[in-house]
């Protein structure tokens, strides 16, 4: 995903999860690059898959929760993902980035 290579990268966790299902990482690490490429739908599904899978997860899934509202265009709760984000981790950029979304959707 860092390098650019979206596509790949995607191909690669789909095989990761479709060898284990019920991994909350590979499913959260795979709906991480979904939107940039425009698949905000699916990437909501893993993300939300995940927080299922593992209750207490990790700071970075609301992070990417709230990419995956931000490409459905559902404002508030992109907002709300990154102000409970941002909570766990204030100074992070892109807590910050992500607060600063206008409810109706302007950046």
């Known amino acids: 995903m860092y390098k650019g290579d979206y596509e790949a990268g995607i191909r690669e966790l789909e095989t990761a999860v479709a ?16 939107p940039f490429v425009g698949r905000p739908v699916q990437a909501l599904a893993a993300i939300q898959k995940a927080m299922r899978l593992n209750p207490f997860p990790p700071d970075w899934y ?3 929760l709230g990419r995956a509202h931000l490409g459905l265009g559902q404002y508030e709760e992109a907002v709300a993902a990154y102000r409970e984000y941002a909570r766990w ?11 600063r979304l206008r409810v109706d959707g302007a950046h």
Do not use: E, K, V
């Open 89 to 99: 981790l204030p100074d992070l950029i892109f807590c910050r980035l992500g607060l």
């Open 62 to 64: 609301l992070g990417s």
């Open 19 to 34: 060898l284990n299902p019920s991994s909350a990482t590979s499913l959260a690490l795979l709906g991480r690059p979904l």
